[in-house]
């Protein structure tokens, strides 16, 4: 009996004693260290902790500053380390620490011209052809819809508008069916489609209005050193006609003057009006056009006059709430640094285009441009001297905020890995 009741009391003495522990400050830091971080060579970052609890490294790739309200980790060498942390002797923990190379990129702010070349050309709309029996649309008749991009005339391959015109008059007059290969969201297929002649003008049309290729501003955001490597814009283009992403065969950047400013209100997005240069001297080409922005090689050397040597970047989890820059470009070709704060940021695992908040603060931004304009997309996001993203989208019913993407990403998918070299990032 008496046995079962210090059994009994034992259990409660060690129930309470857990939920103790719980609470206890040391258990709670511990719990808010992350299993797993990634830092940059060189860099550090510090995590407040009870006197109780210590650390154990098991290699060097890291070191461990242990204070009495702090443990600061270091990346010292590119790879892995773990940390094992420790309470009243007892191990809590284990925390696996990834160390990446300190990478670098030249931050850019200049505004350019982008010239796009579509894959095959874009059906943007369709229309009624005056026949001898009325009104038809070929296009429409056979399937074909908005969005839908033509890469194929008769087994040919079509890059450009004036390829299409001969096989549709020829086709016309032979009376025969034109076999049409389609390149839509849903994947490939064929159709066939019978020109008909216009009345009017007396020629063979399809009914579609193509296109074969765009046109816009926006700015650059980074500049790779050792590769010439360049990220811009920050998101996609998409055609102004069918809202889709543009499927890029190949285009080019050359340098932009932005000429004036519509100045965004509520509701009403402002934009920055800007011209090609004059001699439209091509700086560099076009091979993604992505969620992430469009992405290339850099052929000419452009400088931004204000950050012209490589600043280091910062990883996702390493971007804080409060005061951050943009650099881009209201007038002529100058760039400039503007006050923004970043509101809220995400640390992500994986890569996501709305990674941050941001708002502008700048008086001398906001008198001029009312915030965030179109074409300020790509302009880079400079935070305690790092490249932390770039600015991506502004929000219609507040032009002075909008989102940002984080750089990482944006390397990411220009194919720059800042991983370590046996690593790719998801």
Not at 299 to 326: F, M
Not at 340 to 365: C, H, N, R, W, Y
Not at 391 to 416: Q, R
Request: hydrophobic share 35%; proline share 5%; charged share 25%.
């Amino acid at each position: 009996m008496k046995w079962e009741l210090l059994r009994k009391m034992l259990g409660g003495f060690l129930l309470v004693s857990l939920c103790l522990i719980g609470f206890s400050k040391p258990f709670q830091d511990y719990l808010h260290i992350p299993k797993s971080i990634t830092i940059l060579q060189g860099d550090e970052i510090n995590f407040a902790k009870a006197a109780e609890v210590s650390a154990n490294i098991n290699q060097d790739r890291v070191s461990v500053h242990d204070e009495k309200q702090s443990l600061a980790i270091k990346g010292k060498k590119v790879g892995q380390d773990e940390i094992l942390l420790e309470l009243a002797g007892l191990p809590i923990k284990k925390v696996d620490v990834k160390v990446l190379k300190n990478f670098r990129v030249i931050p850019g702010g200049q505004s350019i011209g982008v010239k796009l070349n579509s894959k095959g050309v874009l059906v943007v709309g369709h229309h009624l052809v005056e026949t001898i029996n009325g009104k038809v649309s070929p296009g429409d008749q056979a399937g074909i819809k908005v969005g839908d991009i033509i890469t194929k005339l008769n087994g040919q391959t079509i890059e450009k508008m004036s390829d299409v015109a001969p096989f549709v008059q020829e086709a016309g007059e032979k009376g025969t069916p034109l076999k049409v290969t389609i390149q839509r969201d849903t994947g490939k297929f064929n159709t066939e489609i019978k020109p008909q002649k216009d009345e009017s003008e007396k020629i063979y049309k399809l009914g579609l209005y193509i296109r074969d290729s765009a046109a816009g501003i926006g700015t650059m955001t980074f500049i790779d050193p050792k590769s010439k490597k360049y990220g811009a814009l920050g998101h996609v283009i998409s055609d102004m006609d069918t809202k889709k992403p543009i499927v890029v065969e190949d285009g080019q950047i050359v340098k932009s003057t932005v000429t004036s400013i519509e100045k965004g209100s509520n509701g009403n997005p402002g934009e920055k009006l800007a011209r090609f240069s004059t001699d439209r001297e091509v700086i560099g080409d076009i091979k993604q056009n992505s969620p992430f922005g469009i992405f290339g090689n850099l052929h000419k050397v452009i400088k931004n006059g204000k950050y012209d040597k490589p600043l280091p970047i910062a990883l996702s989890d390493q971007v804080k709430e409060g005061p951050a820059k943009i650099l881009t470009v209201v007038d002529g070709d100058k760039v400039e640094a503007f006050d923004i704060e970043v509101v809220s940021t995400i640390p992500q695992k994986f890569p996501a285009t709305k990674g941050m908040i941001i708002k502008v603060t700048d008086p001398k931004l906001l008198e001029k441009t009312g915030g965030i304009v179109q074409g300020m997309s790509g302009s880079p996001i400079i935070q305690d001297g790092k490249l932390i993203g770039a600015v991506t989208h502004v929000f219609v019913n507040d032009p002075t905020s909008g989102y940002g993407v984080h750089i990482e990403w944006m390397l990411n998918k220009a194919g720059i890995n800042i991983y370590n070299d046996k690593e790719k990032a998801s």
